[in-house]
């Protein structure tokens, strides 16, 4: 038995029709007529079947005109919105819209009317006396229609607060079931965030119920961090228009007042001009936030820390070159006096002089030179422990060239035969440095020979992977970051080997590791003079280049120093 509800109207005053009433009533009537003659001219059971249906299918059912106008319905419908027949039939479908839903109707219905093909989307629908409900609407179109008279089949499935989406065919039960135990809020909107479902994840994340994000249109721009949110809504705006997921992360303010911080994973789902579907997922992540600030707290904590302690060992640094200058001149002093006096002896008395006292003479001026020798290089050294040096594209050649003249005595007086390369590639370094390292390596391959045998020395260099490497290398330091022309590229991968052979007398395999410490010689000084300092000097210079260095020795044969630095090329 069909039960009817009749809206009592004596309490409403009559109001006297505006003319754009009446002419919507007219039009209504007329499109009413025009849908019963067509269905009588076009004999069509099937459709009139639709009455009956709407009556007994569980689910409300309903005609719609091409402009969303209801022109049959069930009586599930009539109980659904809590109204009689005469409120419902002819009456359009946004009436018992909100009205901010009005135009996203519109937009979902003439895209379901330009396709031809059925869409899905959810609306709170307003209800006599009671709260508005949340409807699943599936409209599709019938068959076989003009455009002029097209009908659509309408079906309004109820969401209850409990399951809102439960009732919608495309989401499993299990689906559902999974969303509830996720550890962050699932959620889906029709664009622009018009919440259709929210998990009830949210009352424990934030303490408000699930049904304020839908109810409130307005509830999630609320309640977003003001420092937040204009940022957060353009951010927004901006992936849907060009269809992108992305990630958000902003603050939320919970039903304490409390601000938490979260993590918003959105992804489109469905998109059409006007009419966009996202969904997504908002995690807490104020606890990763908060270590990050206690983090970044301790990096600045421990960042100021090392700058004080870099300037007190800056300083004390330069009080030790202060202190090694003064004590390199009040050296000198003396021993430029020392020296100065053997020369006088030398001069006036050296007739008197028997040839044991010549001989102690002799010895004087060598630890005299020898002594001048040791300061002046251990200045050298420091210096480069104090010089943040400019780096830049190098030719090795001009540099072997530079250094040879200035040997060119020693290669004279030994009858030296010195090979070199015919051309070599740019390195980046410092010119002065670079000077420096090939001074004291070639001034060693002259000086270790064989007895009897002319030096023999050859200067090569070769492209080669920075990881790859022959002979024991000289352990390298960090240096500081040196300054580089932005003009050039420096390829970190490819590195040159800048490598001085000679067929000398060699290094012992257990000493090629400390060659390079300060003041290391395997030989008396009586047999090949020198500091000790030289290939220290070497591994520092070469250090402040960004480079590495090394060698590979056979005793009795000769040994290869090697030096590695990185390969320029211009832009």
């Given at each position: 038995?069909?039960?009817?509800?009749?809206?009592?109207?004596?309490?409403?005053?009559p109001?006297?029709?505006?003319?754009?009433?009446?002419a919507?009533?007219?039009?209504l009537?007329?499109?009413f007529?025009?849908?019963?003659?067509?269905?009588?001219?076009?004999?069509r059971p099937?459709?009139?079947?639709?009455?009956?249906?709407a009556?007994?299918?569980?689910?409300?059912?309903?005609?719609?005109?091409r402009?969303?106008?209801?022109?049959?319905?069930g009586?599930?419908?009539?109980?659904?919105?809590?109204?009689?027949?005469d409120?419902?039939?002819?009456?359009?479908?946004?009436?018992?819209?909100?009205?901010?839903?009005?135009?996203?109707?519109?937009?979902?219905?003439?895209?379901?009317?330009?396709?031809?093909?059925t869409?899905?989307?959810?609306?709170?629908?307003n209800?006599?006396?009671?709260?508005?409900?949340?409807?699943l609407?599936?409209?599709?179109?019938?068959?076989?229609a003009?455009?002029?008279?097209?009908?659509f089949r309408a079906?309004?499935?109820?969401?209850?607060?409990?399951?809102?989406?439960t009732?919608?065919?495309?989401?499993?039960?299990?689906?559902?079931?999974?969303?509830?135990v996720?550890?962050?809020?699932?959620?889906?909107?029709?664009?622009?965030m018009r919440?259709?479902?929210?998990?009830r994840?949210?009352?424990r994340?934030?303490?408000?119920?699930?049904?304020?994000?839908?109810?409130?249109?307005?509830?999630?721009a609320?309640?977003?961090?003001?420092e937040?949110?204009?940022?957060?809504?353009?951010?927004?705006?901006?992936?849907?228009?060009?269809?992108?997921?992305?990630?958000?992360?902003y603050r939320?303010?919970?039903?304490?007042?409390?601000?938490?911080?979260?993590?918003?994973?959105?992804v489109?789902?469905?998109?059409?001009?006007?009419?966009?579907?996202?969904?997504?997922?908002?995690?807490?992540?104020?606890?990763?936030e908060?270590?990050?600030?206690q983090?970044?707290?301790?990096?600045?904590?421990?960042?100021?820390s090392?700058a004080?302690?870099?300037?007190?060992?800056?300083?004390?640094?330069?009080?030790?070159?202060?202190?090694?200058?003064?004590?390199?001149?009040?050296?000198?002093?003396?021993?430029?006096?020392?020296?100065?006096?053997?020369?006088?002896?030398?001069?006036?008395?050296?007739?008197?002089?028997?040839?044991?006292?010549?001989?102690?003479?002799?010895?004087?001026?060598?630890?005299?030179?020898?002594?001048?020798?040791?300061i002046?290089?251990?200045?050298?050294?420091g210096?480069?422990?104090?010089?943040l040096?400019?780096?830049?594209?190098?030719?090795?050649?001009?540099?072997?060239?530079?250094?040879?003249?200035?040997?060119?005595p020693?290669?004279?007086?030994?009858?030296?035969?010195?090979?070199?390369?015919?051309?070599?590639?740019?390195?980046?370094g410092?010119?002065?440095?670079?000077?420096?390292?090939?001074?004291?390596?070639?001034?060693n391959?002259?000086?270790?020979?064989?007895?009897?045998?002319?030096?023999?020395?050859?200067?090569?260099?070769?492209?080669?992977?920075?990881?790859?490497?022959?002979?024991?290398?000289?352990?390298?330091?960090?240096?500081?970051?040196?300054?580089?022309?932005?003009?050039f590229?420096?390829?970190?991968?490819?590195?040159i080997?800048?490598?001085?052979?000679?067929h000398?007398?060699?290094?012992?395999?257990?000493?090629?590791?400390?060659?390079?410490?300060?003041?290391?010689?395997?030989h008396?000084?009586?047999?090949y003079?020198?500091?000790?300092?030289?290939?220290?000097?070497?591994?520092?210079?070469?250090?402040?280049?960004?480079?590495?260095?090394g060698?590979f020795?056979?005793?009795?044969h000769?040994?290869?120093?090697?030096?590695?630095?990185?390969?320029?090329?211009?832009?």
């Open positions: 038995m069909t039960r009817t509800r009749t809206i009592s109207r004596e309490t409403h005053k109001r006297k029709p505006v003319p754009r009433q009446v919507v009533a007219m039009e009537a007329e499109e007529k025009r849908h019963q003659l067509h269905l009588a001219e076009r004999d099937a459709s009139l079947a639709e009455f009956d249906l009556d007994l299918s569980p689910v409300p059912l309903a005609l719609l005109s402009r969303g106008v209801i022109v049959s319905a009586k599930p419908l009539f109980d659904l919105l809590d109204a009689a027949p409120d419902v039939v002819f009456h359009s479908i946004p009436e018992f819209l909100r009205k901010q839903d009005v135009g996203a109707f519109f937009k979902f219905f003439n895209d379901c009317r330009s396709k031809g093909r869409q899905r989307a959810e609306f709170l629908m209800a006599r006396e009671r709260f508005p409900k949340r409807v609407l599936i409209v599709s179109p019938l068959p076989g003009n455009a002029d008279r097209m009908l079906a309004f499935v109820e969401l209850t607060e409990n399951e809102q989406r009732s919608d065919p495309r989401i499993p039960q299990q689906d559902t079931r999974l969303m509830e996720i550890d962050g809020i699932v959620w889906e909107a029709d664009y622009p919440f259709t479902f929210v998990s994840q949210a009352e994340i934030l303490g408000f119920p699930a049904r304020n994000w839908i109810e409130d249109p307005d509830f999630w609320k309640h977003i961090y003001h937040d949110r204009d940022r957060v809504l353009q951010a927004r705006a901006q992936a849907v228009k060009k269809l992108n997921s992305h990630v958000l992360h939320m303010l919970t039903a304490a007042r409390k601000v938490i911080h979260v993590k918003d994973s959105a489109i789902v469905a998109g059409a001009p006007g009419w966009t579907k996202i969904s997504g997922i908002i995690t807490d992540v104020t606890d990763v908060q270590a990050r600030e983090l970044r707290h301790s990096n600045e904590s421990l960042e100021a090392v004080e302690r870099t300037s007190k060992m800056q300083q004390s640094l330069d009080s030790m070159e202060t202190l090694c200058y003064g004590i390199a001149h009040d050296f000198k002093a003396p021993i430029r006096a020392l020296e100065g006096f053997t020369g006088l002896l030398i001069a006036e008395h050296e007739k008197d002089f028997d040839d044991q006292a010549k001989g102690y003479v002799a010895r004087c001026k060598i630890a005299i030179r020898r002594m001048t020798e040791l002046d290089a251990v200045l050298t050294y210096r480069l422990n104090h010089t040096p400019e780096l830049i594209p190098i030719d090795v050649s001009s540099v072997v060239n530079r250094v040879l003249q200035s040997l060119e020693e290669i004279s007086q030994t009858r030296a035969r010195i090979n070199v390369q015919m051309t070599f590639p740019r390195i980046v410092n010119p002065y440095l670079m000077e420096q390292v090939l001074t004291n390596l070639i001034a391959a002259l000086k270790f020979t064989r007895p009897g045998a002319p030096p023999e020395i050859s200067i090569s260099a070769t492209q080669t992977d920075a990881q790859v490497g022959r002979g024991v290398p000289a352990e390298p330091l960090v240096p500081a970051e040196p300054s580089t022309p932005s003009s590229i420096i390829h970190n991968s490819s590195f080997r800048i490598t001085v052979t000679d000398g007398i060699g290094i012992p395999h257990e000493s090629t590791k400390r060659m390079f410490g300060m003041f290391q010689k395997l008396p000084v009586a047999q003079p020198g500091t000790g300092i030289g290939l220290s000097i070497v591994k520092r210079a070469v250090e402040l280049m960004n480079g590495r260095v060698v020795s056979d005793p009795g000769g040994s290869s120093f090697w030096i590695e630095l990185p390969f320029a090329s211009e832009k």
